[in-house]
């Protein structure tokens, strides 16, 4: 949708998801849309260094989120949440889908 | 001419900037260095934040950066003379979603340097301590609010603007105290 703004369809699935989750992490965002982890992680980093993305560690993952303190958060997250009204609703619906509570180790599914 | 080891927080920003600025590259002063400088070193920050506002080439500013001894290494600058290490994050220089207008100049023994004003340092801070309720960003502001030279009329103003009224109104008092003795 935005990928002729933002140069690239990975720049927008890491956008999108960050939007949509709150936070993601490289090979979970590439998981989710069938991507490249590497390609994923560069979007990642490009926008952390642009100061749009900040991280954090956990465990062994570093995890992405929106900058609060970038100054055009405002008007991105609308243009993001404007993109979004164009998804499918399935697609929409999978992105919103996101286990949270725990889940016990060894459970059958 | 004064050498790496021997150079403040400030003078070592000082005189990046001047060898950035006779490239054309034009840097501004923000972050944990800035609280340093305005609380006269009551908080150390190791970290020189030269905010890369008029989006200069990295390649540009490694070159400069090399030619004063500082090595990359990753997204920082490091120099075997100092434990200082410089960092360029990218513009627009910025406090929560406005623009820094006012740029303050500090003479040093190494040149001027050029940094966001003591009230723009604080509003720095407490969007650290606003969106993600660190502790230690509101220590930060309470210590450059403490040397006395902010407006506070125009934090309490901008917080508004970032929607935060009502946690600056918890915290005025502490920002209101000047330092003593």
């Not at chain 1, 933002?6 to 090979?27: D, H, T």
């Not at chain 2, 040093?108 to 340092?121: E, N, W, Y």
């Not at chain 2, 309470?142 to 934090?155: C, P, S, T, Y």
């Amino acid at each position: 949708m935005l990928e002729p703004l933002l140069g690239s369809k990975n720049a927008e699935r890491v956008l999108i998801f960050v939007l949509v989750r709150e936070e993601g992490y490289a090979r979970e965002i590439a998981r989710f849309f069938g991507a490249d982890a590497d390609s994923i992680q560069k979007q990642l980093v490009k926008y952390e260094c642009g100061g749009v993305l900040v991280s954090r560690a956990v465990g062994r993952a570093r995890v992405y989120s929106l900058n609060p303190r970038y100054p055009f958060l405002k008007q991105l997250k609308a243009l993001l949440e404007k993109a979004l009204v164009f998804y499918s609703d399935e697609e929409r619906q999978r992105l919103r889908f996101d286990r949270r509570r725990p889940r016990r180790r060894g459970k059958p599914l | 001419m004064k050498s790496v080891k021997d150079m403040t927080n400030a003078e070592l920003a000082a005189s990046i900037e001047s060898v950035l600025r006779k490239r054309g590259i034009d840097v501004v002063l923000s972050g944990g260095a800035c609280v340093s400088i305005y609380s006269e070193n009551r908080y150390v920050s190791m970290d020189l934040d030269l905010i890369n506002h008029n989006f200069a080439k990295r390649r540009e500013i490694r070159e400069a950066m090399q030619e004063i001894g500082f090595r990359e290494e990753g997204r920082h600058f490091t120099h075997q003379e100092t434990d200082f290490f410089v960092e360029f994050p990218a513009g627009p220089l910025a406090v929560g979603e406005e623009p820094v207008k006012q740029i303050d100049e500090i003479k040093t023994d190494t040149g001027v340097l050029r940094l966001i004003s003591a009230t723009d340092c604080v509003k720095d801070r407490l969007t650290a301590y606003y969106h993600w309720n660190d502790a230690q960003s509101l220590e930060q502001a309470v210590l450059v609010a403490e040397a006395g030279k902010i407006d506070l009329d125009e934090v309490e103003r901008w917080s508004e603007v970032e929607g935060k009224l009502e946690e600056f109104k918890r915290i005025r008092h502490r920002l209101a105290a000047t330092r003593s003795g």
